[in-house]
């Protein structure tokens, strides 16, 4: 696909999404002894180069700088970035232009590691900073130093507003179909979104993949930009982030490793073995009543 253009903007249902996701049902025994269901809701499952939440959140902003007539996407993410790497598919198969600014000056003369090389691979310019400025990004001055005034700017995880409103169809894609939903959380647009498609009676539980204590406060200001205030039912289990984002436990591999040879369904350790492990570890606590029909969300890589 060419360029973009305002007289002919880019659709991103051109890129048929499996949509709505499915639901698979799972007989795990630490649920069953508990007297509980386990749904997967496999959004790893949307589209091959843009799964789960990177879809529903990179949908609605793909569309909203389609209808402003940028051609360019500029965002923000780590050397190992899902984000930047679903950004720069994005590009390449919609036609934009993208732009990654990413966090480390002292990775520009190293070779690029295989999720960078994607990106660049996939067309996007890379542009590396040092870790002091790209704690600032999110300041005016910074950012108009960072952004050409041509560029739509798409947050660092891709968690804005428009995001946060992709994400709430997922909760409404599980209304009536479980009374419990986990989901990873990185930088929150995700839970902020489902938790308020979800219908009543119907919680969320937020399992953060970094430490630090900070999400709860980032998932409320995503909400009250995106609905003016605190939506849905939803906790936060900062348990289970195994010491920091894509950092991982013997317990954790152990776990992980069960999972996929009991079940068959690969998980992605950097988000949702975590999230899986906390709710299996729940279970096992008697966090959910006899009844209870529990939904992982299964985001993908």
């Known amino acids: 696909m060419?360029?973009?253009?305002?007289?002919?903007?880019?659709?991103?249902?051109?890129?048929?999404?499996?949509?709505?996701?499915?639901?698979?049902?799972?007989?795990?025994?630490?649920?069953?002894?508990?007297?509980?269901?386990?749904?997967?809701?496999?959004?790893?499952?949307?589209?091959?180069?843009?799964?789960?939440?990177?879809?529903?959140?990179?949908?609605?902003?793909?569309?909203?700088?389609?209808?402003?007539?940028?051609?360019?996407?500029?965002?923000?993410?780590?050397?190992?970035?899902?984000?930047?790497?679903?950004?720069?598919?994005?590009?390449?198969?919609?036609?934009?232009?993208?732009i990654g600014i990413v966090r480390g000056d002292e990775l520009a003369d190293r070779p690029l590691n295989p999720s960078l090389a994607q990106c660049a691979a996939d067309g996007m310019r890379l542009r590396f900073v040092d870790r002091a400025t790209y704690?600032?990004?999110?300041?005016?001055?910074?950012?108009?130093?960072?952004?050409?005034?041509?560029?739509y700017v798409v947050p660092e995880g891709g968690s804005n507003a428009a995001a946060v409103h992709g994400c709430q169809v997922l909760g409404r894609e599980l209304r009536g179909v479980a009374?419990?939903?986990?989901?990873?959380?990185?930088?929150?647009?995700?839970?902020?979104?489902?938790?308020?498609?979800l219908g009543p009676g119907q919680r969320a539980i937020g399992f953060p993949v970094l430490k630090?204590?900070?999400?709860?406060?980032?998932?409320?200001?995503?909400?009250?930009?995106?609905?003016?205030?605190?939506?849905?039912?939803?906790?936060?289990?900062?348990?289970?982030h195994a010491g920091g984002y894509a950092r991982r436990t013997p317990e954790l591999e152990a776990f992980a490793a069960d999972f996929e040879a009991r079940h068959d369904v690969p998980l992605e350790r950097v988000y949702v073995a975590k999230m899986l492990f906390g709710l299996t570890t729940l279970a096992q606590e008697g966090a959910f009543a006899p009844g209870t029909t529990v939904a992982a969300v299964i985001t993908g890589a």
Do not use: M
Not at 59 to 77: D, I, Q, S, V, W
């Open 135 to 151: 704690r600032r990004k999110t300041e005016p001055e910074v950012l108009a130093a960072l952004v050409p005034q041509d560029c």
């Open 179 to 197: 009374d419990v939903v986990g989901v990873a959380c990185g930088t929150g647009g995700t839970l902020a979104g489902l938790a308020a498609g």
């Open 212 to 240: 630090g204590g900070f999400l709860g406060e980032e998932v409320l200001r995503l909400q009250r930009e995106a609905f003016g205030g605190r939506r849905g039912q939803w906790v936060l289990d900062e348990r289970f």
């Open 2 to 98: 060419g360029g973009v253009t305002s007289d002919n903007p880019p659709d991103p249902a051109a890129l048929r999404p499996l949509l709505p996701s499915a639901v698979q049902e799972l007989a795990d025994d630490a649920f069953a002894r508990r007297g509980l269901r386990l749904l997967l809701k496999r959004d790893d499952l949307i589209h091959p180069d843009l799964p789960g939440n990177k879809w529903r959140k990179l949908e609605p902003n793909l569309r909203a700088a389609a209808a402003a007539g940028r051609r360019t996407l500029l965002t923000f993410g780590g050397a190992y970035s899902n984000h930047l790497r679903a950004t720069a598919a994005a590009g390449r198969l919609l036609g934009f232009a993208t």
